[in-house]
């Protein structure tokens, strides 16, 4: 088991650019969540995935945001025009739905943005 | 409608004290409950879980939780702090049916002096 992995860990970009993230879930894992991390708060949920399905969108923050999952396997989360605003901490996590599961999730270690 | 409120965002306890982080949900289903640990710069970790089995559920670490509906808590305890439990703490719930995604606690912050 390989637990969920994110890259970069880190990234620093000046406002305006785009950015990309992506994640690895656990490879039994149908399900996969993002998330944004501000400081001294929760993680904020931002989109999750069913397989390939994007089933729930609309908390993106803005349609500066978008995430895909092509092959339901890994997913990338895309920034476009980042602004500071954006600049926070980006968490994915997996998890298993099927049969008697709880949809407990595993999250990975996060991406740090910085967008100065 | 769900929500979670952790009372403390920061609880200091003495290394060999008594640790003990309140979570209170609202949750209009039979929900599921948990709690996570992150260290400094990374994801969160699972501590442990309630779904709707045994009311008082142990995890990892020495850490329980007991869900008390009547209270609607599912607070978080440990017979003794260690200086490594110092760490950011959530509590989040989310529901038995329909789409699953979690609500998180804003978190406390558990600090252990030696």
């Known amino acids: 088991d390989t637990g969920v992995s994110q890259n970069p860990r880190h990234k620093i970009t000046k406002r305006g650019q785009n950015v990309t993230f992506r994640c690895d879930p656990i490879?039994?894992?149908?399900?996969l969540y993002w998330y944004r991390q501000t400081l001294g708060q929760g993680p904020e949920f931002l989109t999750y995935?069913?397989?390939?399905?994007?089933?729930?969108k609309s908390r993106l923050l803005s349609d500066r945001f978008s995430a895909e999952r092509p092959k339901g396997s890994f997913s990338t989360l895309e920034i476009q025009r980042t602004e500071q605003g954006d600049s926070a901490m980006y968490l994915c996590?997996?998890?298993?739905?099927?049969?008697?599961?709880?949809?407990?999730?595993?999250f990975g270690p996060g991406t740090r943005l910085t967008v100065l | 409608a769900q929500s979670v409120t952790q009372l403390g965002s920061h609880v200091s306890v003495s290394e060999g004290a008594l640790v003990l982080l309140r979570c209170n949900y609202s949750?209009?289903?039979?929900?599921?409950l948990f709690w996570y640990v992150q260290y400094p710069n990374q994801g969160l970790q699972l501590l442990l879980k309630?779904?709707?089995?045994?009311?008082l559920v142990k995890g990892i670490n020495d850490f329980e939780a007991e869900f008390k509906k009547s209270e609607t808590s599912f607070h978080l305890t440990k017979p003794s702090a260690h200086m490594s439990d110092a760490a950011e703490y959530f509590c989040?719930?989310?529901?038995?049916?329909?789409?699953?995604?979690?609500?998180f606690g804003r978190g406390t912050s558990l600090i252990v002096h030696p």
């Open positions: 996590a997996s998890s298993y739905i099927g049969g008697q599961a709880t949809d407990t999730q595993y």
């Open positions: 949750s209009s289903v039979p929900p599921y």
């Open positions: 989040a719930v989310t529901r038995s049916g329909g789409s699953y995604i979690p609500t």
């Open positions: 309630y779904t709707s089995a045994a009311t």
């Open positions: 490879s039994e894992h149908n399900r």
């Open positions: 995935f069913q397989n390939e399905a994007q089933l729930e």
